[in-house]
């Protein structure tokens, strides 16, 4: 099939909003804001509150809004003084209000309200995925349309079919556990702490990928994905082999099994719908393993990659003033009674 690889100008005719963007980004267990002149990032400050959450293996909600409450201001000032600009230069404002922990979100929802508020600034609500989508604006390729994304993180595993920013369809999904949960939750039967994603990607480093044979979830032609398998045969094998369990060896048969699993099905993805882009997005984006893998097949097939750079990858609040840069540039505004939701579809589905 000839593959659509869109109009390369797209990322010049792409409207962006000129003027610096105030960002924030507090939906799960990071403090973020950043300042973004249209696909420009000013200052992108990031508070993660893991060592918080560590003790009990996962994010607690009720304790990651206090951290929120206590980390939002300085975070703010230090995001302006990192960008030498002044609050009174700011002419726009943007906050994550979907999808994510409610008490979370509405705490850099407040502040990005109070803010904008207080000088009568446009002010927009932007969805976690869709802001985890317009990292791609940050790396050096010139962003064309249409493109299939690979959204991966800790909640998530998605293939979308992208005509423009705000346009999505779904291809497939998680059927259980995301990407980023596999990670996490292998890792902690491998005894390598939370968050765990990073930690495989390190253990890997010295394993060997093929020394134990793990799941790969859903067999043929699909753009599902199914990782819950795959936790339970780690800790089955943790079990099985007891003082004699090489952690590096497993840690890089785990990253193995999930990273050939979302390589195969994003090509496939891109190729079957005759899409010449491919983006990979979201925290599991980071892992050096899989963007390497992907970067190889992608060759292979002929697709140009979009990576965002890896600080851009997990949470931040950068990729929510890209997304802001988007739709305030084409008029769009949130009132000041724009709620935080747990869940919500990308719009445009
Ligand atoms: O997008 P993100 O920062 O937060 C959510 O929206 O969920 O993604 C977090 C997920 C976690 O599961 C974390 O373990 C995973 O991304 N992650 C990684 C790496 N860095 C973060 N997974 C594999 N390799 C990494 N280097
Ligand atoms: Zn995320």
């Excluded at 595993?157 to 999904?173: C, I, K, M, N, P």
């Excluded at 819950?228 to 003082?243: H, N």
């Excluded at 190729?271 to 097949?297: D, I, P, Y």
Aim: hydrophobic share 45%; proline share 4%; aromatic share 4%.
């Amino acid at each position: 099939m000839a593959l659509r690889s869109g109009d390369l100008g797209a990322a010049k005719a792409l409207k962006l909003f000129q003027g610096p963007i105030l960002a924030i980004e507090s939906s799960c267990d990071e403090t973020s804001c950043a300042i973004v002149s249209g696909r420009q990032v000013l200052s992108n400050v990031v508070s993660s509150q893991a060592e918080l959450h560590r003790k009990w293996g996962g994010v607690v909600p009720e304790a990651a809004a206090r951290a929120h409450v206590q980390a939002i201001v300085p975070v703010i000032d230090q995001a302006l003084s990192d960008a030498r600009l002044e609050l009174s230069q700011i002419e726009g404002v943007a906050a994550t209000n979907r999808p994510g922990l409610i008490g979370a979100l509405s705490v850099g929802l407040t502040a990005a309200k109070a803010i904008a508020f207080e000088r009568r600034l446009p002010f927009i609500g932007i969805h976690h995925l869709e802001g985890h989508m317009c990292a791609v604006l940050a790396q050096s390729e010139p962003v064309s349309f249409p493109f299939v994304g690979l959204i991966v993180s800790g909640g998530h595993t998605e293939l979308v079919e992208v005509a423009s920013f705000g346009d999505y369809s779904l291809l497939g999904q998680t059927l259980d556990d995301a990407a980023g949960e596999a990670f996490d939750k292998g890792a902690r039967s491998l005894g390598l702490g939370y968050p765990g994603g990073l930690a495989v990607q390190v253990a890997a480093s010295t394993g060997d990928s093929g020394r134990y044979h793990l799941p790969r979830g859903l067999r043929g032609e699909t753009a599902n994905f199914s990782f819950s398998g795959l936790k339970t045969a780690v800790a089955r094998l943790v079990e099985a082999e007891g003082d004699r369990l090489s952690v590096p060896d497993a840690a890089a048969s785990l990253q193995e099994a999930i990273v050939s699993v979302l390589v195969d099905r994003a090509l496939l993805a891109a190729t079957s719908h005759g899409c010449g882009n491919l983006a990979l997005v979201g925290g599991v984006a980071a892992n050096l393993a899989l963007r390497e893998r992907l970067a190889a097949g992608c060759h292979r097939e002929g697709l140009r990659l979009l990576l965002p750079p890896i600080d851009l990858c997990t949470d931040n609040a950068a990729m929510i003033g890209l997304a802001a840069s988007v739709r305030l540039a084409r008029g769009e505004r949130d009132g000041w009674d724009l709620d935080a939701y747990a869940n919500a579809p990308l719009p445009g589905r």
